[in-house]
Structures are given as C-alpha cells and as structure tokens.
C-alpha cells in the first residue's frame, strides 16, 4: 500500500450468495466492525440485494456496489442491467469483467471495456479484473496478458476518468481455490498492471492509481499482501461472506 498516493480499497464480491434478509443481517453485523476504518470499504452484491445492501448501509461508511453492469443504457437485453438503474438504486461501484463472467458468461476483452466506459459513462465506478490463467503463467504469459488485458480495459478512458477506476488483479488459478498467490507474486502482478497503466498516462497518473489484490485473500495472509507497495486493498470473495473475517481484512489495510 501507498496510502500517500492512492486510496486503499477493501471490496467484497459476495458473487451469488446471500437473499435480501441475509444480506440486511450481514451488513448489520458488519457495520460495527469496520466504523473505524481508515480505507474505502465497499461490498458487491447480487443484484436483488442492493436494496436491502443500500438500506442497511444507511449512515455507515460502508459503499455499496454491484457485480455486473451492461454496456447499453437500455434495450432488448432480458436479464441485464444498466448503469443508469444502478446509480439509481444508490450503487457506487461495480465489478466489471469478473474471471467468473469471463469463463461461465462469455465476457471478452472488448466487452470488459464496453462495460467500464459504461460504467463510467453513468457515473459509477468499475472495479476492472484482469488475470491470468495457470497455464498462461507456467508458459511465461502473465506480463504480457496483464497489460494487454489492463489496456484492452482501459481503451478510450481518459486521464481524468480513470480517476474513477479501480484494477483488481485476480490470478484466475488462485480464485474459489484456496491456492494464493504469494504476496511477491501479487506486487508483482499488480506492478505489471501499473506499468501498462503507465506505458499509456505516464507514471504520475499510474502511481495514482488503485489496484487491488483479488485471489483469496483471507484474514491469514491479508497482512503480507496488504504490506506489498503495489497492493493498494483486495477485492474478497469467501471471507466478505463472514463479518468477522471481512472486518480482519479491513483492520489489516488501516495498519
């Protein structure tokens, strides 16, 4: 973390768990447990929990985020949803081009991109994932797929709306896994994001930039990863599912 440069972001994606009153009880839970925290603490839920997320979250300093977001404001799409019914709703951010959108649902690079300007275009913020498979790493790819995935994402994004964006490195072999990536193999993942991000707004605006560490991150190893210079917070899968454990993680990343 570089807390001088950039914000630190804790963010759960509760991917599809939870009903509306588990939800309204989990955050209940939390709220208290996080108060303190001195880093941006954002939970993405399903889309029929955001109403019960937002009423929850009312008066706390916990944001509320969505998991998917489509690139049309509106149309013939059954079964999507758009920026502008999000912001609406009272959602802040948004999990874009998620590893398990991209292997089960057919996201592409191209549309990764369509979805961020979308988002951005209605005013929330994306949370951006890139990563790289294990055979992609074991042949010696990851660096050259995180910033091709990182750029691919990030066409046509200005200067000043990338501001607004949020890059979570998530090594697909060690999502839903419980294999990590060693704290050295999440800098430097999340240091070849950065440099992609630098090769195109130049070095200044990179070290401004937010990038999360997104593969099982858990309340055992979040203090190591979180003490890595270019892990500015993680995006949590299984452990935002559990107060306690999420509010371990949050602690880490005030330290």
């Known amino acids: 973390m570089n807390k001088a440069k950039r914000q630190t972001i804790i963010a759960g994606n509760w991917k599809m768990n939870k009903t509306p009153s588990e939800t309204t009880a989990l955050i209940g839970e939390m709220k ?13 839920v399903p889309f029929v929990d955001i109403a019960a997320a937002i009423e929850a979250s009312k008066g706390t300093n ?13 149309g013939a799409y059954t079964g999507e949803v758009s920026a502008n019914m999000l912001k609406e709703c009272g959602v802040e ?4 081009g998620h590893s398990e959108r991209r292997q089960y649902f057919g996201e592409t690079d191209q549309t990764v991109n369509l979805r961020t300007l979308a988002a951005l275009k209605g005013g929330l913020k994306p949370i951006v994932c890139v990563g790289e498979t294990l055979e992609q790493r074991e042949l010696g790819y ?3 797929l995180l910033k091709y995935q990182t750029k691919m994402a990030l066409t046509n994004v200005t200067a000043e709306e990338l501001k607004n964006v949020v890059i979570a490195y998530e090594p697909v072999w060690a999502i839903g896994t419980g294999v990590t990536a060693t704290a050295d193999q999440a800098d430097e993942g999340n240091g070849f994001v950065r440099e992609a991000i630098a090769e195109v ?6 070290e401004t930039v937010t990038i999360q560490y997104g593969g099982s991150m858990n309340p055992k190893n979040a203090d190591e990863l979180l003490s890595k210079v270019n892990v500015d917070g993680g995006l949590i899968g299984g452990a935002s599912l559990k107060a306690e454990d999420f509010s ?3 602690k880490a990343a005030n330290k």
Not at 32 to 44: F, I, R, S, Y
Not at 66 to 72: G, I, M, Q
Not at 93 to 96: E, I, Q, R, S
């Open 62 to 74: 916990i944001k509320i985020g969505a998991e998917n977001v489509h690139f049309k404001e509106s």
């Open 32 to 44: 208290e447990l996080v108060k303190d925290a001195d880093c941006g603490v954002v939970l993405c």
């Open 201 to 206: 707004y130049g070095k200044d605006v990179a």
């Open 93 to 96: 951010y948004v999990v874009v």
């Open 248 to 250: 371990v993680i949050v």
């Open 142 to 144: 990851t660096e050259t």
